[in-house]
């Protein structure tokens, strides 16, 4: 019944909280998309920059990401479908491609089959640090990646081509690299499991997150934490695993959330974690999220920069008619 709607935009005083609020009707022909930071995984690139080259209609900041050193993001990334970055299941907001607007703290993993052997990959680009991790690198990571101690398959137009050990490995351009950590799988189980010839299928499966069975994903980003779940305020639980500036800071925030209908409610301004739960379910969401804040917000709608981002960006969630 939304279809049609208009996309609005404006400033608004929610449950003691300014806000500049955008909502979006729920609507399936408008495409959402996730941009990333100069088209790669790791970097970041000025808000401007990225609506110029995008032109959206609706435009908000996406992932935490270590904006002063590496410039790495944190949490998972999907975009058309395919996986930018795997890791966690943090706060995330979900479009898919049927059209349903979900917020969730879905996995993100690759079920592979070799066609003698099913094992699950639950790293995307991510994850060389857990020497019990098996994971997948996509171009997305980059033309080649160092991998540690553990053993490497690389998989080309679906077709295992090579195997080997740590080093620097090139990734295939219509491929990708799988890699098994030093501790995650033995040797001889690998052996069994995986072999140059093998020809490799590799379904993304979407966990903890029931709705979003059987979907593909047209844009996913996560940051967390989660604010409001089933039409109640959830940020108190939910910010325990994040650090204190998150948790108890009245700071700069953007948050997007679901109402009942589909519709998606985008804000950003200054409050806590917990207010800004309150206003996110005052203004109808069953369902919200915090994104990546303080510098990072940003907000753009209908041909105008409502929240300029105070610093480059890595993530950005668009929405475009």
Not at 35 to 57: H, M, W, Y
Not at 136 to 156: D, M, R
Request: net charge positive.
């Amino acid at each position: 019944k939304a279809s049609g709607a208009a996309i609005t935009a404006g400033r608004q005083s929610v449950a003691g909280v300014q806000l500049q609020v955008v909502t979006v009707p729920n609507d399936p022909n408008l495409k959402f998309n996730v941009v990333k930071g100069n088209d790669r995984l790791v970097g970041a690139e000025p808000f401007g920059s990225i609506l110029k080259r995008t032109q959206p209609t609706v435009a908000v900041n996406g992932n935490f990401f270590d904006a002063y050193r590496s410039l790495v993001p944190f949490g998972n990334i999907v975009s058309k479908g395919q996986v930018i970055q795997g890791i966690g299941n943090d706060g995330a907001f979900v479009r898919t491609a049927s059209g349903k607007n979900i917020v969730g703290q879905p996995t993100v993993t690759h079920s592979i089959n070799t066609g003698h052997s099913d094992f699950s990959a639950w790293y995307t680009n991510a994850g060389l640090n857990d020497k019990t991790g098996i994971g997948v690198f996509n171009p997305f990571y980059g033309n080649s990646v160092k991998l540690p101690q553990g053993t490497h398959a690389v998989v080309t137009n679906g077709v295992v081509t090579a195997m080997g050990g740590a080093g620097n490995v090139a990734i295939p351009r219509n491929g990708y690299v799988i890699f098994f950590a030093a501790n995650a799988v033995s040797k001889a189980d690998i052996n069994r499991m995986i072999k140059v010839g093998d020809k490799v299928t590799d379904t993304i499966v979407l966990g903890g997150e029931p709705r979003l069975a059987g979907e593909q994903i047209d844009a996913l980003v996560a940051a967390g934490p989660i604010l409001v779940k089933d039409g109640k305020n959830v940020a108190a639980t939910a910010s325990a695993n994040y650090e204190a500036k998150i948790r108890n800071q009245n700071a700069g925030r953007s948050a997007i959330g679901v109402k009942a209908d589909g519709t998606v409610v985008i804000v950003t301004g200054k409050a806590t974690v917990v207010k800004l739960a309150n206003a996110m379910i005052q203004l109808g969401c069953v369902e919200a999220t915090n994104l990546d804040g303080g510098a990072s917000s940003a907000l753009y709608a209908n041909g105008r920069v409502i929240t300029p981002a105070g610093r480059n960006l890595n993530t950005v969630l668009t929405i475009t008619k």
